[in-house]
C-alpha cells in the first residue's frame, strides 16, 4: 500500500511538472504532507525518485529546483558525476593537455536551433577544445554555454579548467543530464581525431544546470570508439521500481 501510494505522488507530481503547474520550484514537504495526506517520508521518496530521473534538484536554502527540461529522447540521464579532463587523466595516469580549436559568441539561428537546446536569438559561447593525450587527440569537446548565464569566458580561461574558474566565482553546479550514442564521423571529427580506419564516433552529451535550475552547458564530447569505455557505480536504495 505504501509503495503504491508513494508512486501515485510521483506520477501525480511528474504530472503538475510535465503541464507546468509547477514552474521553478516545488512545493514544500509540510504542504505535500498536508495535501497528499501521508508522512514526510513518502514524499521524500516520491521526490527523489523525482530527482533520479532528471525532474528536480535539492538546493539547500532554495527547496526542491524544478530542471529546466527539453523535448526529445536524447535528453536522458545515464552515467553519473562530473567527469572532466582531470578525472579522465589522473584514473587513466595518462599525460592530458587540451588545445583551443575555437571560442567565440554566436547567436542561435533558425539554421542551428534544431541542432542545439537553446532558443532562436539566444547568445552563446562557443568553445571546441581537443584533449590530447599522451600526445594523440582523442576527445573533442564541441560545448556551447548561455552568455547570460555563466560568469564571463575569455580563451585564457576555457584554455584551463573552466569548472574549476566556476568554482572560484561561486557559481555553482547541481545536475547534469547525459546521454550516450554513436554518430557517423563527420569532417570535424577527422581533423580533430586521430580516427584511423573508423567511420564514427562515440558521443557523450551532457546538459548541464545551475543552482536556479536552468541549464547553462550543452556539450558534446567526441571520441575515437576503441579509446574509452564508459561506467558508473549504482546501488539498490531498496525502493520498488
Sequence with gaps: MAARKFHHIYQELEQRINTGVYQDTLPTESVLTQEFQTSRNTIRRAIALLSDRGYVYSVKGSGVVILESFNGPRWSFGARGFNGLRAIKESNHLMATTEIANFKKIIVTAENAPELPFEID???????????????????????????????????IVAGSIYDYFRKEKFKIIAAKRSFTVMPATPDDYAYLELGSYNCVGVMEDLVFSENGLMFEYTQSRFIPDRFSLSYFDQDNGQPD
Design 122 to 156: 539566444e547568445v552563446l559561447y562557443l568553445v571546441d577544445r581537443i584533449r590530447v593525450f599522451d600526445g594523440h587527440p582523442m576527445i573533442w569537446d564541441h560545448s556551447f554555454f548561455r552568455a547570460d548565464q555563466v560568469p564571463a569566458l575569455s580563451k585564457q
